[in-house]
């Protein structure tokens, strides 16, 4: 697992007309520069698309990426489908929710919860919550405490579909 | 998979702790890490209405020289005034008016500003720029 930054970020601006019709328009810039110089460069902007667009600027957003160029192979049978769904305590009393796609069976109890008590569950839990983490609630409120985990499955997507579905071994 | 970050976290900060979150994952998952980002927004409020001219479907399209020879970045921005086209010449109604002076305000923004091309390479100077429908 290598991953490496993108050479930029995008700053992607969410746009809406006069119909409702909603479009992006999007800007790079060198991953080195820091986010407040982003917004500060892109604020300036704002006024003079709307000056030139007959479309009102909704909000904007700057995006950092790294990628893996050279990926180790998923096992073989995995499922993104498959999720791990972990339900958060926050420290405002509300939850949030992370799920890790193609949860390992091995993580699995026979009720279908998560063993909260496997070591790399145990390592995953402590990376979202021990201090000082970043992860939060989507109210940016502190994330405390596992409150239940179990696996859960989704309806596949046309994008979650097999590559592969030929009924005769084609691609 | 998606999550919330702390705000006003460091991009490199994120990034690091997104990557050491990553190599969690993958020991509890059987899918592999492909690609990891942060993304920082901001919304405004409250919202002006769109003129009603306006519509996304008119893209105002701007060609950049890079500071690479041969090389160029595209920037394409939904709505564009048909005002602010040229009215005379060959291509009237098509090209944008680059003299005109909201059009040369944002030309020279993004000139002067942080922008590059996706492979961070400056922009220099403008190319071209005309209007593109999309249905």
């Known amino acids: 697992m290598a991953f490496a930054s993108k050479p930029t970020g995008d700053l992607t601006y969410d746009l809406v007309d006069s119909s409702g019709s909603h479009a992006k328009m999007q800007l790079h810039f060198p991953v080195a520069t820091l986010v407040a110089a982003v917004f500060t460069a892109a604020d300036a902007l704002t006024p003079l698309i709307q000056a030139i667009t007959g479309c009102t600027v909704l909000s904007f957003s700057a995006t950092y990426a790294s990628a893996d160029s050279a990926p180790a192979a998923p096992l073989a049978g995995s499922r993104i489908e498959d999720k791990g769904r972990f339900i958060f305590r926050l420290a405002n009393t509300l939850t949030t929710k992370l799920e890790v796609p193609g949860i390992l069976d091995t993580t699995l109890l026979a009720s279908g919860a998560i063993d909260v008590e496997n070591a790399d569950v145990t390592a995953f839990l402590a990376a979202v919550i021990d201090s000082p983490s970043i992860f939060k609630g989507v109210d940016a409120s502190d994330i405390t405490a596992i409150k239940s985990a179990y696996q859960a499955f989704r309806r596949s997507t046309k994008n979650m579909l097999p590559s592969g579905r030929d009924a005769f071994g084609g691609a | ?135």
């Open chain 2, 1 to 135: 998979m998606r999550g919330t970050i702390e705000p006003g976290t460091a991009q490199d900060v994120a990034l690091d702790k997104l990557q050491d979150l990553s190599g969690a994952i993958s020991a509890i998952s059987s899918c592999i890490p492909v690609r990891l980002a942060v993304t920082y927004s901001k919304f405004f409020l409250p919202l002006t209405a769109p003129e009603n001219e306006g519509s996304v479907s008119k893209v105002g399209t701007f060609i950049w020289e890079t500071e690479e020879p041969e090389v160029f970045a595209v920037t394409a921005l939904p709505g564009f005034l048909t005002s602010l086209l040229e009215t005379d010449g060959p291509f009237s109604g098509v090209n944008i008016d680059t003299t005109q002076e909201d059009v040369s305000a944002f030309i020279e923004a993004v000139l002067d500003g942080i922008w590059s091309d996706p492979f961070a390479v400056d922009l220099s100077t403008l190319a071209s720029a005309y209007l593109r429908e999309e249905s």
